[in-house]
């Protein structure tokens, strides 16, 4: 069993910054692929960004590449990511995920463990 748990979302403006955390607890954090997805009112829950069990791999959605961040530390049990530029359109609810291998992907079915999320909101 794996616990995540989400925070750092609020309410921040346009062009400004926010950094997330997720820490997790009930396994071997350091063994496995990390994640990122979002879900805006009426949309389907989307892919954000991924990182591989040891921090050397990373890969992102071409909505958020070049402005946000994911990195990890397992001294820590803990994945982070940092959203620079945000814009209106981030504005969602933010989930971790945790993967089902080293390296996990950009579907939710990579992922067998999902924290409660936190709300971002950016304003105009």
């Known amino acids: 069993q794996v616990q995540l748990e989400e925070s750092g979302g609020g309410l921040v403006q346009a062009g400004g910054s926010l950094k997330l955390s997720c820490a997790a607890s009930?396994?071997?954090?350091?063994?496995?692929?990390m994640g990122w997805f979002r879900q805006a009112p009426g949309k389907e829950r989307e892919f954000v960004a991924a990182?591989?069990?040891?921090?050397?791999?990373?890969v992102y959605a071409d909505s958020v590449k070049g402005r946000f961040t994911i990195s990890r530390d397992n001294a820590k049990n803990t994945v982070y990511v940092q959203m620079a530029s945000l814009k209106p359109e981030d504005t969602a609810v933010y989930y971790c995920?945790?993967?089902?291998?080293?390296?996990?992907?950009?579907?939710?079915?990579?992922?067998?463990?999902w924290g409660q999320g936190t709300q971002v909101t950016v304003s105009s």
């Open positions: 995920a945790g993967g089902w291998r080293q390296f996990a992907g950009v579907l939710r079915s990579d992922y067998g463990y």
């Open positions: 009930g396994r071997t954090f350091s063994t496995f692929g």
């Open positions: 990182i591989s069990w040891n921090g050397g791999n990373t």
